[in-house]
C-alpha cells in the first residue's frame, strides 16, 4: 500500500525559506517575501536552517539540477541527494570525468565506486535500477 504525504515543500532558494503546501500538480506560485518562484521540492526535504549557508548552497545545486525530495512508490523516498558542497563538487566531477548527466551524478550515494553507466559498472543493470519498482 503506498501512502503518500498531503503537504510538499515549496522553497525560495534567494530568501532560503520552504512553505508547506497542500501537494497539489499546479505550480507553487510565488514566494511571499520576495516574489520569486518558488519550487516544488517535495514531501522528503529536510530544509537546512537559515543560517546553514553550506546547505542551502548544496540544495540550490541539487534543485536547479532538476532533482526534488518526492518519494517513490510505496515509501522508498527519493534516494540519496548531496547535504554540503564537498558532495556536490566531488559528484559534478564524476559527472566531468565520467560524461554522466549532472542530475543522475548528484543522486549518486557514492561517487568512488560508480563509472558512467550507474553505481553496479554495467550497462544493463544501471537500467534495471533506474527503472525502480512496484
Known amino acids: 500500500m503506498c501512502i503518500y504525504s498531503s503537504t510538499t515543500h515549496a ?6 525559506l520552504a512553505y508547506k503546501r497542500p501537494a497539489t ?3 507553487p506560485g ?3 517575501q520576495c516574489r520569486a518562484e518558488l519550487i516544488n521540492a517535495g514531501a522528503d526535504l ?4 537559515k543560517r546553514d549557508s ?14 526534488t525530495f518526492h518519494g517513490g512508490c510505496c515509501g522508498t523516498g527519493p534516494g540519496y541527494r548531496p547535504r554540503t558542497p564537498r558532495e556536490i563538487r566531488e559528484r559534478l566531477a564524476l559527472a566531468e ?5 549532472v542530475k543522475q551524478a ?7 565506486l560508480t563509472d558512467r553507466y550507474g553505481a553496479t559498472g554495467s550497462p544493463s543493470s544501471s537500467r534495471a ?6
Open 97 to 101: 570525468r565520467t560524461g554522466m548527466p
Open 11 to 16: 522553497v525560495c532558494l534567494d530568501c532560503r
Open 46 to 49: 529536510e530544509v537546512p536552517k
Open 129 to 134: 535500477t533506474l527503472s525502480g519498482g512496484c
Open 30 to 32: 510565488s514566494c511571499p
Open 25 to 27: 500538480p499546479q505550480e
Open 54 to 67: 553550506a546547505g542551502w548552497r548544496a540544495l540550490t545545486a541539487v534543485l536547479r539540477s532538476g532533482l
Open 106 to 112: 548528484l543522486s549518486v550515494p557514492d561517487p568512488t
